[in-house]
């Protein structure tokens, strides 16, 4: 595992409550732009890595975090922080089949790739803010299978772990074509 030290901060409760007066895209500006003063020590964290059986991805998470209960069909995982059971991390696959493909592209919902994990794949991270909760999701695609992992927290707790799911997205991996 590669060593990397990023900054995170919480946002004061003053942009917070600002932030959610205005549109969510002003808003994830804000909270993104909010994340730069505390330290992650990546060394300080003791990982785990979770490898799936049936598509063969794994990432990392940190070593206290609990697991849920996995899907019969092993699909994926979650887990979730010791002190706060609202946040969570999972990463799950699935078999995207070929109509899917093409009723993706014909209504435009293809995005370009913004992002690139440390295994070199290039793949669509998105953070999405609701009145509640925030998630940051990885979309990797690769032949016909699509593999994501997100990691997800209640708004005011969201810029305290930007930063941590940042590093666990970047070290998501799936199998070489």
């Keep these: ?73 092993d699909d994926g995982i979650g887990f979730i922080a010791p002190q706060n059971n609202s946040v969570e991390i999972r990463g799950w696959a699935s078999h995207q089949l070929p109509n899917s493909m093409i009723k993706d592209r014909e209504s435009g919902k293809n ?15 998105v953070v999405e803010v609701d009145r509640q909760a925030t998630s940051m999701t990885l979309t990797l695609t690769q032949n016909q299978v699509k593999y994501h992992w997100q990691g997800r927290s209640n708004n005011k707790e969201f810029p305290n772990y930007y930063r941590l799911f940042y590093y666990i997205a970047q070290q998501y991996r799936i199998p070489k074509s």
């Excluded at 995005?111 to 991270?125: D, E, H, R």
């Design 1 to 73: 595992m590669t060593t990397a030290k990023v900054k995170t901060s919480c946002l004061t409760q003053k942009i917070y409550r600002l932030g959610f007066g205005l549109s969510p895209a002003i808003a994830l500006l804000i909270i993104v732009w909010g994340c730069t003063a505390t330290d992650l020590n990546v060394e300080a964290i003791t990982w785990t890595t979770y490898s799936n059986s049936r598509y063969g991805f794994e990432f990392p998470y940190p070593s206290n975090w609990t697991s849920l209960a996995a899907p019969e069909n």
């Design 111 to 125: 995005i370009k790739p913004n992002f690139q994990t440390a295994q070199g794949i290039s793949g669509v991270l």
